[in-house]
């Protein structure tokens, strides 16, 4: 199986096979149509297809996804990159959005089964209402169709229109936005009976010219939304079933008892008809905490609002609320710097500082090459790519690195340290929870305990040196070229490929090891008087020339050691000495 990536700027000079940004397809309909295959043939493809306007045009033609093969490992992906995705208001600018052109046409329709569109803003410019912005009608049985953080706006005929033909298909709106629609908001129909057509979860839907959500035959979910300023009705069941749950709106003809004002500024930022931001714009408003826990309900679990900022509480709608002092920076090449507390900290591209006071609930970096630094404490913090520095004083309970080529420093206590890719130095003093690293070439150290029941350490490659002071549940390297030292007791260390140096102080229960070309050496016991009574010590393989470098002090027990080198002090061994 292989993923198939292709790219999609209506900025773009125009494609010759969509492959990248420099010869990336103009609009979504012209990639579609030459990429259209069996996706699950010769194992199986997944298609992934990139969105962006670097030039701010948008994309006017109207799309159609039809003439696949696919299925539920061979899908198709739409989605927008990173810095283009809309703001939960009409886009503007270099925000991606598919508007359409086709009169007397929706703008994107979906024919297919397996479709997943992500962060997409869709518009209808044609004046007809006869046909829906945005129709989801797969035609195959067991189908899935999922829409993720999208924003349906304006146009005259209705927003989204779910429906099919086929038994048991399901199409899932999640995170959604959707208003000042001509007709219904939402409209579910079924022309064959099947079951659970439409899965609405923490969806917002304002000002929709007639219902919020239109039910018409089928049997259809709503989870966790919010309808409100509906010309009609905000709920509407006609001859079909709609299961609502924490589903609320503002005359409280939902499934609550509760109504919901729409006021300006107290539960929305903006409800005025062409100018709408439904994201919430008040601590006092009732959408807060009202919702269900949906993190593992249907077929796409997710934990997330329509920006990817954590549900805590399950507010209710498509926006998860954010306390005032949230900062976002679309592109940072200057020096930002302030006094206080911090929510939340966005940054799209940072190239220059950004240092503060304060503590921090998140911080987000999707390209970090200046300097961040700060003094307080943060609950999550993850970046992208960090190529410049990255210091604060304090405690973070998670801390998520995709690439960090520079340094990563802090004081402080951690419950989960994530890298993908580490280059740089990585250094603090205090305790941690669980360190990941799948790319560890620069330095890693720290003085703190790893000796929690549950603690562990993973590392998938390792370059460079990696050292602290503690005791750690199980180490685990997965290639080690590097320097592992630390003073401590170890439940187990295991090594796919260790060809450094290996060494510690403290007691082990057990070491594993399929390929040790580097030092191994401790002080300490690796008995069962030290550990659980089934503990052994596995094969370990030395190669090369140690002298008195290779050291164990302490007893082993029952085992097959094969090395080249010499022992210093007392060893007790069992098993094949060559």
Known sequence: MATIDRYVDPDAAGAANGTSWADAYTSLNSCEAAQQQDLT????????????????????????????????????????????????????????????????????????????????????????????????????????????????????????????????????????????????????????????????????IGNAGDDGIFSVRGSHLAKNCYVGGSTNEDYDIDNATLTMTTCYDEDGTGDTTSAFSTSAGAYFVNVTAGSEDLTIGSASSELIGNGTDLSGDGDYPFSTDWEDEDRSDWDVGADEYVASGTTYYQSLAGAFSFTGGLAKSAQKALAGSLSF????????????????????????????????????????????????????????????????ALAGAVSFSGTVARITQKVLAGAFSFSGALSATTLHMYYQAVGGVIAFTGGVQKVTAKGLQGALTFAGNVAKLTQRALAGVLSFTGGVAKVASKLLSGVLGFSGSLSTSTGPASVVLETVELHGSFGAAVSMVGTISSASISCLGSFGRMVSLKGELN
């Open 357 to 420: 006071l304060g503590t921090a609930a998140k911080q987000t970096n999707k390209q970090a090459a200046g300097i961040l630094s700060f003094t307080g404490s943060a609950s999550k913090r993850t970046s992208k790519s960090l190529t410049g520095a990255f210091s604060f004083t304090g405690a973070a309970t998670k801390i998520t690195g995709k690439s960090l080529a520079g340094s990563f420093s802090f004081s402080g206590v951690v419950a989960k340290v994530t890298v993908k």
């Open 41 to 204: 043939d010769g194992g199986g493809d997944v298609m992934v297809i990139h969105c962006r306007c670097s030039g701010g045009t948008a994309d006017s033609t109207s799309l159609d996804i039809n003439g696949w093969t696919a299925a539920a490992a061979s899908y198709i992906q739409i989605i927008v990159e990173d810095g283009y995705r809309h703001q939960a208001v009409r886009p503007t600018g270099n925000i991606y959005r598919l508007t359409g052109a086709t009169a007397w046409d929706r703008t994107l329709t979906v024919n297919e089964s397996f479709v997943y569109l992500d962060y997409l803003a869709i518009t209808k410019t044609t004046t007809d209402g006869t046909y829906p912005t945005m129709e989801l009608y797969p035609d195959v049985a067991s189908a899935r169709v999922r829409t993720l953080h999208c924003l349906v706006y304006d146009g005259n005929g209705i927003g989204v229109e779910l429906s099919s033909g086929a038994a048991g298909a399901q199409i899932s709106i999640i995170n959604g936005f959707i208003y000042r629609t001509g007709s219904h908001g939402i409209r579910c129909s079924d022309e064959a009976g099947w079951d659970a057509a439409g899965r609405i979860y923490n969806c917002t």
